[in-house]
Protein backbone atom coordinates (compact mmCIF):
# COMPACT_ATOMS: atom_id res chain seq x y z
CA UNK A 1 0.00 0.00 0.00
CA UNK A 2 2.49 2.44 1.00
CA UNK A 3 4.20 1.92 -2.22
CA UNK A 4 1.42 2.90 -4.24
CA UNK A 5 0.21 5.59 -2.39
CA UNK A 6 3.74 7.24 -2.77
CA UNK A 7 3.35 6.69 -6.22
CA UNK A 8 -0.15 7.59 -7.40
CA UNK A 9 -1.53 9.32 -3.92
CA UNK A 10 -2.69 13.02 -3.81
CA UNK A 11 -4.32 15.33 -0.91
CA UNK A 12 -7.05 18.31 -1.63
CA UNK A 13 -8.20 20.17 1.12
CA UNK A 14 -12.22 20.58 1.34
CA UNK A 15 -13.79 22.47 3.94
CA UNK A 16 -11.13 22.29 6.22
CA UNK A 17 -10.95 18.31 6.28
CA UNK A 18 -7.49 16.94 4.06
CA UNK A 19 -8.85 14.17 1.82
CA UNK A 20 -6.30 11.63 0.33
CA UNK A 21 -7.07 10.06 -3.81
CA UNK A 22 -5.56 8.33 -5.95
CA UNK A 23 -4.48 8.99 -9.69
CA UNK A 24 -3.69 6.50 -12.27
CA UNK A 25 -3.81 5.50 -15.68
CA UNK A 26 -4.99 7.25 -18.81
CA UNK A 27 -8.34 6.54 -21.25
CA UNK A 28 -11.83 7.18 -20.35
CA UNK A 29 -12.45 8.14 -16.47
CA UNK A 30 -13.77 5.76 -13.66
CA UNK A 31 -14.75 7.13 -10.60
CA UNK A 32 -13.87 4.12 -7.99
CA UNK A 33 -15.44 4.44 -4.63
CA UNK A 34 -13.95 1.68 -2.30
CA UNK A 35 -16.16 -0.31 0.60
CA UNK A 36 -16.11 0.17 4.37
CA UNK A 37 -12.31 -0.24 4.61
CA UNK A 38 -12.03 3.14 3.64
CA UNK A 39 -8.66 3.00 2.02
CA UNK A 40 -8.60 2.84 -2.02
CA UNK A 41 -4.99 1.48 -1.72
CA UNK A 42 -6.04 -1.52 0.01
CA UNK A 43 -7.19 -2.96 -3.67
CA UNK A 44 -3.52 -1.39 -5.49
CA UNK A 45 -3.61 -4.73 -7.90
CA UNK A 46 -7.25 -4.26 -8.79
CA UNK A 47 -6.98 -0.15 -9.47
CA UNK A 48 -3.09 -0.38 -11.32
CA UNK A 49 -4.96 -3.28 -13.49
CA UNK A 50 -8.28 -1.29 -14.30
CA UNK A 51 -5.79 1.65 -15.23
CA UNK A 52 -4.20 -0.07 -18.17
CA UNK A 53 -7.16 1.18 -20.33
CA UNK A 54 -8.77 4.10 -17.75
CA UNK A 55 -7.91 6.82 -16.03
CA UNK A 56 -8.86 5.34 -12.53
CA UNK A 57 -9.34 7.91 -9.87
CA UNK A 58 -9.75 6.83 -6.12
CA UNK A 59 -10.56 8.44 -2.80
CA UNK A 60 -10.23 7.42 0.54
CA UNK A 61 -12.93 8.47 3.64
CA UNK A 62 -11.99 11.07 5.57
CA UNK A 63 -13.50 10.42 9.34
CA UNK A 64 -16.31 12.95 8.35
CA UNK A 65 -20.16 12.56 10.07
CA UNK A 66 -21.90 13.94 6.78
CA UNK A 67 -23.07 12.79 3.02
CA UNK A 68 -22.72 16.70 2.17
CA UNK A 69 -18.60 16.67 3.04
CA UNK A 70 -18.49 13.34 0.98
CA UNK A 71 -20.32 14.95 -2.23
CA UNK A 72 -18.12 17.88 -1.49
CA UNK A 73 -15.09 16.04 -1.77
CA UNK A 74 -15.89 14.27 -4.58
CA UNK A 75 -16.96 17.15 -6.47
CA UNK A 76 -13.20 19.18 -5.75
CA UNK A 77 -11.66 15.38 -6.53
CA UNK A 78 -13.15 15.59 -10.13
CA UNK A 79 -12.60 19.34 -10.54
CA UNK A 80 -9.10 19.17 -9.39
CA UNK A 81 -8.45 16.59 -12.18
CA UNK A 82 -10.25 18.51 -14.54
CA UNK A 83 -12.60 15.53 -15.16
CA UNK A 84 -16.47 16.58 -16.26
CA UNK A 85 -18.05 12.81 -16.66
CA UNK A 86 -16.88 9.08 -15.09
CA UNK A 87 -18.08 5.87 -14.89
CA UNK A 88 -19.02 5.59 -11.23
CA UNK A 89 -18.28 2.51 -9.85
CA UNK A 90 -19.36 1.69 -6.17
CA UNK A 91 -18.28 -1.39 -3.93
CA UNK A 92 -19.99 -2.58 -1.04
CA UNK A 93 -20.36 0.45 1.19
CA UNK A 94 -19.17 2.47 -1.38
CA UNK A 95 -22.32 1.48 -3.77
CA UNK A 96 -24.18 3.75 -1.39
CA UNK A 97 -22.25 6.41 -1.74
CA UNK A 98 -22.33 6.28 -5.67
CA UNK A 99 -26.19 6.18 -5.20
CA UNK A 100 -25.88 9.23 -3.15
CA UNK A 101 -23.53 10.91 -5.94
CA UNK A 102 -25.53 9.87 -9.40
CA UNK A 103 -28.15 11.79 -7.08
CA UNK A 104 -26.37 14.60 -6.23
CA UNK A 105 -24.32 14.95 -9.26
CA UNK A 106 -25.79 13.01 -12.08
CA UNK A 107 -24.79 14.96 -14.76
CA UNK A 108 -21.42 14.13 -14.27
CA UNK A 109 -22.16 10.20 -14.52
CA UNK A 110 -22.32 8.26 -17.63
CA UNK A 111 -22.39 4.85 -16.12
CA UNK A 112 -23.51 3.56 -12.76
CA UNK A 113 -21.61 0.52 -11.57
CA UNK A 114 -23.02 -1.24 -8.41
CA UNK A 115 -20.89 -4.09 -7.02
CA UNK A 116 -22.05 -6.23 -3.80
CA UNK A 117 -23.98 -3.31 -2.99
CA UNK A 118 -27.97 -2.98 -2.25
CA UNK A 119 -30.68 -0.09 -3.18
CA UNK A 120 -30.16 2.77 -0.46
CA UNK A 121 -34.19 3.48 -0.85
CA UNK A 122 -35.03 0.36 0.67
CA UNK A 123 -32.27 0.83 3.91
CA UNK A 124 -34.50 2.78 6.37
CA UNK A 125 -34.73 0.06 8.86
CA UNK A 126 -31.32 0.09 9.24
CA UNK A 127 -30.87 4.08 10.94
CA UNK A 128 -31.26 2.97 14.05
CA UNK A 129 -28.46 0.33 13.79
CA UNK A 130 -26.07 2.58 12.09
CA UNK A 131 -27.15 5.00 15.45
CA UNK A 132 -26.28 2.52 17.02
CA UNK A 133 -23.29 1.66 15.45
CA UNK A 134 -21.85 4.86 15.78
CA UNK A 135 -22.81 5.40 19.69
CA UNK A 136 -20.96 2.37 20.09
CA UNK A 137 -17.75 3.65 18.44
CA UNK A 138 -17.80 5.97 20.27
CA UNK A 139 -17.70 4.29 23.46
CA UNK A 140 -16.28 1.03 23.27
CA UNK A 141 -12.35 0.74 24.07
CA UNK A 142 -10.56 1.05 20.39
CA UNK A 143 -9.41 -2.60 20.72
CA UNK A 144 -13.08 -4.26 21.57
CA UNK A 145 -13.62 -2.45 19.17
CA UNK A 146 -11.88 -3.30 16.35
CA UNK A 147 -12.10 -7.02 17.40
CA UNK A 148 -16.02 -6.71 16.87
CA UNK A 149 -15.46 -5.14 13.59
CA UNK A 150 -12.98 -7.68 12.47
CA UNK A 151 -15.26 -10.48 13.45
CA UNK A 152 -18.51 -9.27 11.45
CA UNK A 153 -16.26 -8.61 8.19
CA UNK A 154 -14.95 -11.89 8.80
CA UNK A 155 -18.03 -13.25 7.97
CA UNK A 156 -17.93 -11.73 4.19
CA UNK A 157 -15.07 -13.86 3.60
CA UNK A 158 -16.72 -17.50 5.33
CA UNK A 159 -18.10 -18.80 1.71
CA UNK A 160 -14.44 -18.30 -0.20
CA UNK A 161 -12.24 -20.94 -0.25
CA UNK A 162 -9.40 -21.43 2.40
CA UNK A 163 -6.45 -19.51 0.56
CA UNK A 164 -8.83 -16.06 -0.19
CA UNK A 165 -10.20 -16.35 2.98
CA UNK A 166 -6.85 -16.21 4.71
CA UNK A 167 -5.90 -13.62 2.05
CA UNK A 168 -8.79 -11.03 3.27
CA UNK A 169 -8.85 -11.87 6.60
CA UNK A 170 -5.35 -10.59 6.59
CA UNK A 171 -6.25 -7.48 4.88
CA UNK A 172 -8.67 -6.80 7.23
CA UNK A 173 -6.49 -7.43 10.00
CA UNK A 174 -3.81 -4.89 8.96
CA UNK A 175 -6.32 -1.80 7.91
CA UNK A 176 -8.27 -2.16 11.07
CA UNK A 177 -5.28 -1.90 13.32
CA UNK A 178 -2.61 -0.11 11.20
CA UNK A 179 -5.08 2.39 9.05
CA UNK A 180 -8.05 2.68 10.58
CA UNK A 181 -8.89 5.01 13.70
CA UNK A 182 -12.11 4.92 15.59
CA UNK A 183 -12.80 8.00 13.85
CA UNK A 184 -13.43 6.29 10.62
CA UNK A 185 -15.79 3.86 12.37
CA UNK A 186 -18.11 6.45 13.93
CA UNK A 187 -18.10 8.26 10.16
CA UNK A 188 -18.91 4.87 8.62
CA UNK A 189 -21.53 4.77 10.69
CA UNK A 190 -23.19 8.34 10.68
CA UNK A 191 -22.44 8.77 6.94
CA UNK A 192 -24.64 5.25 6.50
CA UNK A 193 -27.21 6.79 8.64
CA UNK A 194 -27.49 10.86 7.16
CA UNK A 195 -27.86 8.78 3.35
CA UNK A 196 -30.82 6.70 4.69
CA UNK A 197 -32.14 9.52 6.91
CA UNK A 198 -31.42 12.15 4.07
CA UNK A 199 -33.82 10.69 1.71
CA UNK A 200 -31.42 11.76 -1.23
CA UNK A 201 -31.86 8.71 -2.74
CA UNK A 202 -35.39 8.46 -4.33
CA UNK A 203 -36.58 7.52 -7.82
CA UNK A 204 -37.18 10.94 -7.98
CA UNK A 205 -33.61 12.11 -8.02
CA UNK A 206 -32.97 9.79 -11.30
CA UNK A 207 -35.83 10.77 -13.71
CA UNK A 208 -33.55 13.13 -15.93
CA UNK A 209 -31.02 10.69 -15.75
CA UNK A 210 -30.84 7.76 -18.96
CA UNK A 211 -26.96 6.72 -18.20
CA UNK A 212 -27.02 2.50 -18.11
CA UNK A 213 -27.04 0.71 -14.46
CA UNK A 214 -25.21 -2.22 -13.83
CA UNK A 215 -25.37 -4.71 -10.71
CA UNK A 216 -22.06 -7.28 -10.10
CA UNK A 217 -23.19 -9.96 -7.56
CA UNK A 218 -21.29 -13.22 -6.26
CA UNK A 219 -23.67 -16.10 -5.84
CA UNK A 220 -21.52 -17.00 -2.72
CA UNK A 221 -22.25 -13.38 -0.72
CA UNK A 222 -24.13 -13.19 2.23
CA UNK A 223 -24.77 -9.09 1.29
CA UNK A 224 -26.94 -9.60 -1.58
CA UNK A 225 -30.53 -10.86 -2.12
CA UNK A 226 -32.79 -11.67 -4.83
CA UNK A 227 -35.30 -8.97 -3.99
CA UNK A 228 -32.67 -6.21 -4.84
CA UNK A 229 -33.49 -6.13 -8.51
CA UNK A 230 -36.77 -5.58 -8.70
CA UNK A 231 -36.29 -2.72 -5.81
CA UNK A 232 -33.44 -1.07 -7.70
CA UNK A 233 -35.69 -1.44 -11.22
CA UNK A 234 -38.45 1.05 -9.12
CA UNK A 235 -35.79 3.24 -8.01
CA UNK A 236 -34.36 3.84 -10.64
CA UNK A 237 -37.04 3.27 -13.28
CA UNK A 238 -35.86 0.25 -15.49
CA UNK A 239 -33.95 -3.06 -14.55
CA UNK A 240 -30.27 -3.39 -14.33
CA UNK A 241 -28.17 -5.34 -16.16
CA UNK A 242 -26.97 -8.30 -13.78
CA UNK A 243 -23.71 -9.19 -14.39
CA UNK A 244 -22.93 -12.76 -11.93
CA UNK A 245 -19.09 -12.60 -10.00
CA UNK A 246 -20.12 -16.15 -10.28
CA UNK A 247 -18.17 -17.64 -6.69
CA UNK A 248 -16.07 -14.95 -6.10
CA UNK A 249 -17.35 -13.57 -2.95
CA UNK A 250 -18.05 -10.45 -1.60
CA UNK A 251 -14.71 -8.54 -2.19
CA UNK A 252 -13.52 -10.08 -5.67
CA UNK A 253 -12.12 -7.16 -5.78
CA UNK A 254 -9.20 -8.07 -3.29
CA UNK A 255 -9.19 -12.01 -3.96
CA UNK A 256 -9.76 -11.75 -7.61
CA UNK A 257 -8.29 -8.45 -9.34
CA UNK A 258 -8.10 -9.29 -12.49
CA UNK A 259 -11.13 -11.44 -12.79
CA UNK A 260 -12.81 -8.81 -11.69
CA UNK A 261 -11.27 -6.68 -13.90
CA UNK A 262 -12.38 -8.47 -16.89
CA UNK A 263 -15.60 -8.64 -16.00
CA UNK A 264 -15.63 -4.58 -15.47
CA UNK A 265 -13.88 -4.47 -18.93
CA UNK A 266 -16.52 -6.36 -20.32
CA UNK A 267 -19.17 -4.03 -18.80
CA UNK A 268 -17.07 -0.85 -20.05
CA UNK A 269 -16.75 -2.49 -23.83
Request: glycine content about 8%; aromatic content about 8%; cysteine-free.
Amino acid sequence: MERFTRRYGNQVEVQGIQWSYYRLGAGTPVLWLTGGLRRAAAASAFLESLARHHTVIAPDYAPVPSIAEFMAAFDEILRRESVDAVTLVGQSYGGMLAQAYLAHRPQAVTRLVLSSSGPVAYARRWVPAAKLGSLLARVLPERLLKKLLAAGLARLARPLPQQERAQMSEVIRILLHEKLSRADVVSHFAVAADVIRSGMVEPAAFRGWHGDVVVLSAENDPTQRDRDMPKYEWLFGRRPQLVSLGQLGHAAVLTAPDRYVELLEGIFE
